[in-house]
């Protein structure tokens, strides 16, 4: 099984800043990575596929890259609504795992 | 407009059994690959289950043997057959449709229900 590693656990920012969240897979997942962001009481919505596109929808400041082990999301301008828990997941191979969040919280 | 409406959660002893219901609008489940995916209280997401548009079906090793994910054409509904239930069950359990880019089904979950919560306890 891939084991999905976010980093960091939880970021303290304020509107306007930039955030940077990162996840590192146990072995080579090339580019098969996404995105989530998860609001309380939320499904999770998709944000970015395959490592560095985005979904329908998505703002044009969320963006996303890396391949291989490690990757990046970045949010390049921190609005209200962006305050909230973000997963990675691969489906390179079976099982699909998640990681295991990283929560970002208004500073 | 794409939506997913789970039903079917609730209170269920050790060992008990229900199934979850998972109604679409706006697409058609059986041309799409549909996946079941959890979250415990307070914890993280875990993929669970998923019925490809050609009817395979894949489970989590936690889950083999007791879940079972099915889909009817006639009523556009993804189920959950959930037996032998245990403790560690318990959660919130979504249900989401596998995205489609360029006509390719990829195991990205674009649109997600609004989550049906089981709680296993005596």
């Known amino acids: 099984e891939i084991v999905l590693t976010q980093s960091p656990a939880t970021l303290s920012l304020s509107p306007g800043e930039r955030a940077t969240l990162s996840c590192r897979a146990s072995?080579?997942?090339?580019?098969?990575l996404a995105w989530y962001q998860q609001k309380p009481g939320q499904a999770p919505r998709l944000l970015i596929f395959?490592?560095?596109n985005s979904a329908t929808g998505i703002p044009a400041r969320f963006s996303g890259s890396g391949s291989g082990t490690d990757f990046t999301l970045t949010i390049s301008s921190l609005e209200p609504e962006d305050f909230a828990v973000y997963y990675c997941?691969?489906?390179?191979?079976?099982?699909?795992?998640f990681g295991q969040g990283t929560r970002l919280e208004i500073k | 407009e794409v939506q997913l409406v789970e039903s079917g959660g609730g209170l269920i002893q050790p060992g008990g059994s229900l199934r979850l219901s998972c109604v679409a609008s706006?697409?058609?489940?059986?041309?799409?690959?549909m996946n079941w995916v959890r979250q415990a209280p307070g914890k993280g997401l875990e993929w669970v289950s998923v019925?490809?548009?050609?009817?395979?079906?894949y489970y989590t090793d936690s889950v083999k043997g007791r879940f079972t994910i099915s889909r009817d054409s006639s009523k556009n509904t993804l189920y959950l057959q959930i037996n032998s239930l245990r403790a560690e069950d318990t959660a919130v359990y979504y249900c989401?449709?596998?995205?489609?880019?360029?006509?390719?089904?990829?195991?990205?979950?674009?649109?997600w229900g609004q989550g049906s919560l089981v709680t296993v306890s005596s």
């Open positions: 989401a449709r596998s995205i489609t880019i360029f006509g390719v089904i990829r195991n990205y979950f674009d649109s």
């Open positions: 706006g697409f058609t489940v059986s041309s799409n690959d």
């Open positions: 019925i490809y548009s050609d009817g395979s079906t």
């Open positions: 072995q080579s997942i090339s580019s098969s």
């Open positions: 395959d490592a560095s």
């Open positions: 997941q691969q489906r390179y191979n079976w099982p699909i795992t």
